[in-house]
């Protein structure tokens, strides 16, 4: 994932993203995501401009029911690339690197914002019902008939 800026044409061209980055978070996120889709690149002489919103999908442990599923989440980039490597031009909401000419490496900073886009917490989904913290059943599977605890004693006694 480079950006050739010698190669790179004046005005708008498209930058096909199509490949996997190493993420180093904690165990249970995926270690390592597959990133595809496609980028603008906006070459107006002293800086380019890195745009748009990539799929990642990686391999990751629920946090409710613990399995293993395929996370997939929307990866929004933007990048800029000065060219004056004195330039402290920039913006709140873009990633800004400092490069006079040849090949940006675009690895790193792809990979802070598909770490940046991850949800919360992994969950296989929305409706992941989750291990049941008393006989450990999952809940997903087999509906195991203990009765909660945590119920908030001020609702008991409540007429239904
Ligand atoms: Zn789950
Ligand atoms: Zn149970």
Redesign the pocket.
Known sequence: MKLDLERQGEGRTILAVAGGVELELPEDWPQRAELNGELTVDNVGSRFLINGTLRATGQAD??????S?RLEWEVPVEIMVLRDVHSDEGSDDSLVLHQKKGVVDLTEPLRECAVLALPPAP???DD?R?ICAQCGADL?QNPCGCVAEDVDPRWEGLPE
């Open positions: 629920c946090a409710r029911c613990l399995d599923f969950i296989c989904r992941c989750g997903n």
